[in-house]
């Protein structure tokens, strides 16, 4: 059964950054393309970024391009999402979700970010 | 970016209604596309990807259709269990990945 764990979540200034982090167990990790997807309080689901299984490529959403950096460690089985910039309208539920064939097949249970000062 | 379109936002049906709700790409993204399922404070289930290929597990009142630009997502009889809010996305390559705004469907 994989499991998605997802860390790193609290309260952060505007401006400010942020590092979440993804445990993923039982399967291969490296066999997977692993994406971020985020949800704002009471709004619908957002994607925010795609890294390939091997790290070779990585895709953003506009509204991320420039700030945020998703990156893996397959040695450790963990992905990353590195937020820099921190506005108000970052606030949300981070998902780290994988994706086995087609699809979003796996996710995790989601790590609060708030952006307030 | 490839653009989504979700409608209804909402739907109200009963038990036993056949549901249907439709997603439209702004681009052809071919047969690139899945649906998801997600309950209040839950993370989203995949139901249906390739736009009508069934999750495994996933039950077979559910079914999707379309290519191209057009795709719908049906639930044949209305469960209990159903009542959840569904999004489209479309996974077209050489583009960022874009979710539809959703489709919450009530008890009527």
């Not at chain 1, 391009?65 to 590195?82: A, E, H, P, V, W």
């Amino acid at each position: 059964q994989v499991q998605l764990v997802e860390s790193g979540g609290g309260v952060v200034q505007p401006g400010r950054s942020l590092r979440l982090s993804c445990e993923v167990s039982g399967s291969t990790f490296s066999s997977y393309g692993m994406h971020w997807v985020r949800q704002a309080p009471g709004k619908g689901l957002e994607w925010v970024a795609l890294i390939w299984y091997d790290g070779s490529d990585k895709y953003y959403a506009d509204s991320v391009k420039g700030r945020f950096t998703i990156s893996r460690d397959n040695t450790k089985n963990t992905l990353y999402l590195q937020m820099n910039s921190l506005r108000a309208e970052d606030t949300a539920v981070y998902y780290c979700a994988a994706e086995e064939l087609e699809g979003l097949n796996f996710w995790g249970q989601g790590t609060l970010v708030t952006v307030s000062s | 970016d490839i653009q989504m379109t979700q409608s209804p936002a909402t739907l109200s049906a009963s038990l036993g209604d056949r549901v249907t709700i439709t997603c439209r790409a702004s681009q052809t993204i071919n047969s690139w596309l899945a649906w998801y399922q997600q309950k209040p404070g839950k993370a989203p289930n995949l139901l249906i990807y390739k736009a009508s290929t069934l999750e495994t597990g996933v039950p077979s009142r559910f079914s999707g259709s379309g290519s191209g630009t057009e795709f719908t997502l049906t639930i044949s009889s209305l469960q209990p269990d159903d009542f959840a809010t569904y999004y489209c996305q479309q996974y077209n390559t050489d583009s960022p990945w874009t979710f539809g705004q959703g489709t919450k469907v009530e008890i009527k």
